[in-house]
Structures are given as C-alpha cells and as structure tokens.
C-alpha cells in the first residue's frame, strides 16, 4: 500500500506501480510469475479523463505490461471487487497467481471534478448530470449519508455526539498507522467543532477526498507453500448487490461470506468496514450482525469496537482517517487485515489476530450502498 493522502497530479500510473512492486517484493515473486491482473480504479474516465483501459495505460511501461488484465469499475467497490475476481480466478482453479490492485487519483487541480464524479456513483436519470459550468464544493454521498444520520438520531437514543466518537476512535487508530492521510489526535469536541456538511454530518465525520493505491498478491494453496514470506489465507469473498427498495447489500454479502467459511460475526478478531462517514459505520454493526438494530452506538460508547477493545473495528484508520482512494479502498482494508494476520502492525497490533473480515461498499441506491463485497482473512499458523 502507498502512503494516501493529498497527491494531485502524482497519477495513478506512478501509485499503481509502487503498491505493485512493494506487493511482489513483499511476496519475493518475479512479474513473470502473475498470470492475471483485476486492476480497480472508480473515477479516472472524469477525474483525469482516462477511460477504457485504465490498467493497460497505467502499466504499460511495468515488466507487467503485457500480462493479462482485466480492468474493475464497481464505484467506491472497485478495489474489493478486483480482490473478489482474483479470488475466484484462484478459487476455480483457472489461475495460480493473481494480482488484485486498485489505484485512485481523486485529487485534482479543479476540486469539483472529483466531486463531480461522485454523482455518477447514484442514478444520474434520477438526479440529473453535470456541467462543465458546475462548481461542486462536496459529494453528494454526504446529503445521501446525512439522511441515513438524522433517521438513525430520530428513531435511537443516540447523539451526533456518537458519530464523533466514530471519528475519534479511527483518528486514535490512524495515528499508529505510517501510511495514513490524517493521524493527528482528535477530540470528541474537535470532530463536532469542525464545519457542518450536511446536517448533522461535520467535516470530521467524513472521509477525506484521497490519492493512493494498494495491491495483493493471491496465490493458490500450493504455490504458497513454496513462498519463503509468510501467507494469509484469504478464506472466501462475496459480492450482494442492493436486493430490494427496503434492504441494502451489507448484511446479504457478510451473511454469504459466514455461510461459505462457517466463520460468523462472534468469531472475528478485527473488522474493516467502509465508513465513508461516521454513521455508515455504527450502522454496519447491526448489518454484520455485532449487535442488534438501534444498539450500535453503545458498542462505540462502551468501547468495544476500540483497540483493546472486543471487537477492535478499523484499526487501519478506517475511510475517515486512513483515507479514502475510492478504487483502492477495498484492497487497502485487506493489506490492514494481512498485516494484522501477521503480526506486523505495529503499536495497532490486534494482540493474537486470527480472523478477520472487510466490508468494502459502492455506489448508492435508494438510501444505501449498491453493492457490497465481505472478505474473510485468516492467519495461517
């Protein structure tokens, strides 16, 4: 993984190819090994306007250059999506090494480009497209999230104050974590000083616009065992789409992950979710099945989804403070949960991982995610 952060104009071809080269060197494999690449990016056809072969243009000069590629464009899903193909490309028995990467450049010299593209995340017949002449100042995902807010506030005896506490905890996290975009402290009372976006949303509780790229290496069982660098089984992957007006894609997918390892939600020893904003993460508890409906925020109020805590949830930092490089962000959960599967994370370091689980979301229909894919980690001892 890159360091992410804010890099305009450093370019996706320059991000891909460091996580590339650090994730083979990482895995002591030459590029002639990879028979098969899924490269995720979400945004580059609007951001930096290039479009149709994102993967081939940004390694074209790479030893990779000529391997097969596929490209993923599955919104702020992309890189989780990319990781889901290569998976079942090993799974199946087509491939026997696999490299999984997604690479954003969300970062532009004209700020509203990248605001711009987020509207194509949601139905544009619904909400109208854009013009060269607009001038977006934020994305629209947080009027969709601030929605979601208000409704969990209204029908729970919870506070904005707990959202805050969301933001806190992963800025806590995010400190422990070299390549993080934001790791200084932050107070319960900063998060709900900082700039209202949409109501009851602060800037705090909301993950930053980020450049950055990420990568993995997936093998098969038997390639692995010839590997010097110490593996992680990468247990099982799904992808649910939204499956009606009334239910949203998270919990189909984690439930169809649990099914396929008999791995359930009591079992895991840290969770990566997609918490683009503060809320989406409390409401993602009751979705994976940490707690029941409306009682998410105690688990944050007591603690228990902090590190030491029951449940550490987002030890990388998480969307709102690790970053959020749109395409890469689902490969970016996972290097958390390998790197925690092997023990190397340092001062965030998950005493005895060895399981783990990401929710990687994308896009945004009728009041939640479009799709969502769940990936289950587990350390191989």
Known sequence: MTPFGRFPGRGIRAMAVAAIDEALADAGIPAEDIDRIFFGNAVAGIVEQQEMIRGQV????????????VNVENACASGGSALNLAYEAIAGGRE?????????????????????????????EEIGGWT??????KSILMDYYAGVAQRYLDEYDAKAEDFARVAVKNRHNAGYN?????????????VMGSRMIADPLRLA????????????????????????????????????SKPGPDRGPVGPAAQAAYEASGI????????ELHDAAAPAELLQYAEIGLCKEGEAHHLVRDGRTELGGAMPVNTSGGLLSRGHPLGATGCAQVVELCVQMRGEAGRRQVGNAQVGLAINGGGWLQGTYALAVATIVKRID
């Open 205 to 240: 509780m909301c993950a930053p616009t980020t450049d950055g790229a990420a990568a993995l290496v997936l093998c098969s069982e038997e390639y692995g065992r010839r590997l010097k660098r110490k593996s992680v089984h990468l247990v099982t992957s799904h992808i649910a």
């Open 178 to 190: 070299a390549l993080a975009h934001f790791r200084e402290p932050q107070t319960i009372e900063d």
């Open 132 to 137: 060269p002449a607009d001038t977006a100042s």
């Open 58 to 69: 940004a390694l074209r000069h790479h030893p990779l250059g000529g391997t097969t590629l």
């Open 96 to 124: 026997e090494v696999v490299l999984a990467v997604g690479a954003e450049q969300l970062n532009h010299e004209d700020r509203a480009r990248p605001f711009n593209a987020l509207r194509a995340s949601t139905d544009i």
């Open 264 to 271: 359930g939600p009591d079992s895991f020893d840290l969770i």
